[in-house]
């Protein structure tokens, strides 16, 4: 005698007359849960989540440093000038750190281009911005003590 089930089982009435659901009737009654106008509600949630996370999010500024000579210091430190207005923390391989760059060298904004994978104080400095809630992403823009949200620079238009 075979004790296995077969995707065929149907509920069957225990004693008390509830049903019980055998593993065919289990993925039945999920289907029922998940119909599809549930699986559709589903996906127009989906596709507004990421046009909010995409589009509409924007990052609260992050107070990187406790002031304006902590900055100064950390410029000294990597032997850059200290009035420059952005602190750039990119890589050499990421395009949107390239994308961002040249959106910079276009708009005429003094930067200082911090390699996070080369620098370790700015590899130091982009972990202590993400331990403080940045997104863990590159490139990184710095503009005075805070760390802000790139489109802050250019405007809601661009996007690197």
Known sequence: MDCTLTMRERREPDV??????APASVMESRRE???PKAQRM?????VFAS???LFLRRMEPIQVFASEQERAEFMRT???PEDVEIIALVTDWCPACRSFESLLDESKVRYARVNIEQSAPGRALYEKAVGLG??????QAIRGLKLVDRREI?????HP
């Open 33 to 35: 849960l998940f119909g």
């Open 134 to 139: 940045a997104p863990r992403s590159i490139p």
């Open 154 to 158: 250019f405007g809601p238009g661009a």
């Open 16 to 21: 008390e007359g509830r049903r019980v659901m």
């Open 51 to 53: 046009f909010y996370l």
């Open 78 to 80: 990597l032997g850059e």
């Open 42 to 46: 589903l996906l127009v949630l989906a």
